[in-house]
């Protein structure tokens, strides 16, 4: 029997709380049974939109055949609106919202939640939209590095105010799996790529239409062809501190974002909704596609 | 007649927009009416919470004696699930979510649509939660200055991968006026102090019940007491952008927050729903005292 691998909480501090109240999921370790809720996680998939997090609980319901046409799909974390939660067999959706601070709120909570659900063998992805660097729009990134604004693999984080490194990488196996599972399906461009992790959606992505711009055209495009030249194929807002937290917890990682437009050609998002609604679909279909053939080939064992 | 002060963007690209859409608004200058949906705006106010931002409307409707038991008070941002937006009069109501990288979005196309619209003399006010230092919870602290993680009043923002240096100041006017509101009102105690702004809640804030925490209870009372020393009385996640934005296009600006509790003495936000929630009304309180004053003080000049 394979050994069952834990997740990883890294602080002595837990053991001395009587009660561990996860604040922004409205759960709690006194409130509820969190072994008998969750203990059979073992894929989580977290996303920016709550409203693409529960669309995403409803595919994957139909896509394993679990779905129940009378079911609806109550939000777990109905007592705030900070995040929202949606479960289904061993999926667990939640959404996280915008930027490195509100994705790494909630993987504390999370990763907390799964370990005092005793969960073990968790493989986690983070699907979202992203700015593609000369790339089709509505081609898919699956992560090699997450990079950041000077297109390094590191993530910094302040503690005490001293800043640590924290590194980046996420599994190639797990990269390789989804590449594969992309060919398999034959529906759409995925490409295995660096991922730019920014602080900002403006200026920080060397966008010309915010409300602050002291560059030129020639200014950004010189940015963006450098960070295509390190390898970079999208941008996004939450990878990086992704990446190393769930490194850090024994989560086996992966991100998967579709790039909306090519910030070479332009900046403001202006494909009709029903377009984007198309390219948004395209991560779950592929992660929905890896779930599916790691259950069956686990039932089939 | 007094000048009418502009909101300024700083960005010559915008011109030559035929369009511009604000992408997580869901709204846009070819689109909508900004003019006429935001033309009379004069106060807004901005939480993290789309919720607490919905209550906002209601409570400031009856403040003003503008509501009607029949309305509703409709999401303009309806369209997506980025952020929450309401408007009453002249009182525009936006959640903006965590952290400063979701903040900063919001902000960006805030001031794009002020600025669409063609608003004059606005005042805008961050309402928020905090962690207090040393103070008893449910006091409501006004910012003087927002300082970072080394309790320095600046913010850093990434332009192309350089980092550029930006002033924290709030207006210092605004902050004395509030604070007279709250003498007038005589319902909970008001204070005037820095607000350290930090990336992340768990770390980056000392706290000891995080997923992972590598430093002690000491190193923890050593960090929050330097804090404090420096003028530091609660920590929050938004204050040092909001500030820097705001001064940056001419929005006379102030951050209110409650303390949730005292961090010298806890991590964990135990206390009950009511309580918080009681909490949570005082700055909302605070400063429809200071709008309804203000529209009172103008309809008698």
Chains 1, 2 share one sequence.
């Not at 999370?110 to 089709?136: M, N, P, Q, Y």
Request: net charge negative; proline share 4%.
């Amino acid at each position: 029997m394979p050994i069952e691998l834990p997740i990883l909480v890294h602080n002595p501090h837990l053991d001395g709380l009587k009660d561990d109240v996860l604040y922004h999921f409205s759960l709690g370790t006194e409130t509820h049974d969190l072994p008998a809720m969750f203990g059979d996680v073992k894929f989580v998939c977290v996303g920016g939109s709550p409203w693409r997090m529960k669309s995403f609980i409803e595919y994957i319901a139909s896509v394993l055949g679990m779905e129940d046409p009378k079911a609806e799909y109550p939000n777990i974390c109905a007592g705030t609106d900070r995040y929202a939660m949606y479960k289904i067999g061993p999926v667990l959706s939640v959404s996280h919202g915008m930027g490195i601070p509100s994705i790494s709120i909630m993987l504390h909570e999370l990763i907390k939640l799964l370990h005092h659900a005793r969960c073990t063998d968790v493989t986690i992805f983070r699907i979202g939209t992203s700015g593609g660097i000369g790339l089709e729009p509505g081609t898919v990134v699956v992560t090699k590095q997450s990079v950041d604004a000077n297109f390094l693999p590191k993530f910094e984080q302040v503690i005490l105010g001293k800043t640590v490194m924290r590194n980046t990488d996420l599994d190639p196996g797990l990269a390789q799996e989804l590449l594969e599972c992309s060919k398999e399906l034959n529906q759409f461009d995925t490409q295995l790529g660096n991922t730019m992790c920014t602080m900002d959606f403006y200026e920080g992505q060397a966008r010309l239409d915010g409300a602050f711009c002291s560059y030129t055209e020639e200014d950004k495009q010189e940015y963006l062809h450098n960070a295509q030249k390190a390898g970079v194929c999208n941008i996004e807002m939450e990878s990086s501190v992704f990446a190393a937290m769930c490194k850090m917890s024994g989560l086996r990682a992966a991100v998967v974002c579709v790039t909306f437009l090519d910030r070479l050609k332009g900046d403001q998002l202006t494909s009709s909704h029903d377009i984007l609604n198309n390219y948004q679909q395209r991560p779950q279909i592929l992660v929905g596609h890896y779930i599916k053939k790691h259950l069956t080939h686990k039932k089939d064992s």
